[in-house]
């Protein structure tokens, strides 16, 4: 379980963000799952990853267009020490070189763009373009990326969709996200994914609203535990 740590802050900055694809990899096989934060509150947003981190979930993203996303990140990577704290939802090369410099320690786009790809290899950031086809899929791959965003899953037949791409590409390592819930995430792990992501379903709007962090914490724990 990830715990919060009392380093100072400029310490941060001397743990190198790099990491390799083949560590990168052994990280998704270990955990299996990773939480997508979208927070409209800062505040909120913490929240939501101190609620899944004290539920065994040790890769957390948080997406870019979250308020204050740098610095939340920052903070988390300073209160989270044993969790890997990366961002998503970039859309441009600034952005993602934003997101580097905050310490973001991988990178979830929701398309494919080569220089996006080449300026995370560059700094040897994990880089997890989104793609949907066959194409889009192979073609991130062989640009660079880390792994492949399947998104939205649920668009194209869920976890039998994924099954389906195992037999031609299986070598390509995928990440379903867009339709991933509670009760059908380890059927994707089964059809092949090297994980899955989850944002809504893991944090119900309802649950959220109410504060009870200690709901999305057992959810998460149940969830890791189904995954092990």
């Known amino acids: 379980m990830c715990h919060a740590g009392n380093e100072d802050f400029n310490a941060l900055f001397q743990v190198p963000v790099r990491m390799s694809n083949q560590v990168w ?11 997508v934060i979208r927070a409209s509150k800062m505040e909120i947003g913490e929240q939501m990853a101190m609620a ?12 870019w267009n979250s308020d204050r996303a740098a610095e939340l990140i920052a903070k988390l990577r300073l209160k989270l020490p044993d969790c890997i704290i990366g961002t998503g939802t970039l859309f441009n090369v600034q952005q993602l070189k934003d997101a580097i410099a905050t310490g973001a320690q991988f990178l979830f786009s929701p398309y494919v763009d080569g220089a996006m790809i080449a300026a995370a290899v560059a700094k040897d950031v994990p880089i997890i373009p989104g793609a949907l086809t066959p194409t889009e899929i192979v073609s991130a791959w062989h640009q660079g990326a880390s792994c492949v965003k399947v998104f939205p899953v649920q668009a194209v037949g869920g976890a039998s969709y994924i099954k389906s791409l195992q037999g031609p590409l299986g070598h390509i390592p995928v990440i379903p996200t867009g339709g991933v819930r509670l009760d059908n995430a380890q059927d994707f792990i089964q059809a092949g994914a090297v994980a899955v992501g ?10 959220v609203a109410a504060e009870n962090w200690q709901a999305i914490a057992q959810n998460t724990s149940q969830l890791m535990q189904q995954l092990a």
Do not use: C, D, Y
């Not at 065994?56 to 993203?61: C, K, R, V």
């Not at 989850?198 to 649950?207: D, G, H």
């Open 25 to 35: 990899l052994s990280q998704l096989r270990k955990n299996r799952a990773i939480a």
């Open 52 to 63: 899944v981190a004290s539920g065994g979930m040790q890769l957390i993203e948080i997406t």
């Open 198 to 207: 989850l944002s809504s379903e893991l944090f119900p709007q309802k649950l």
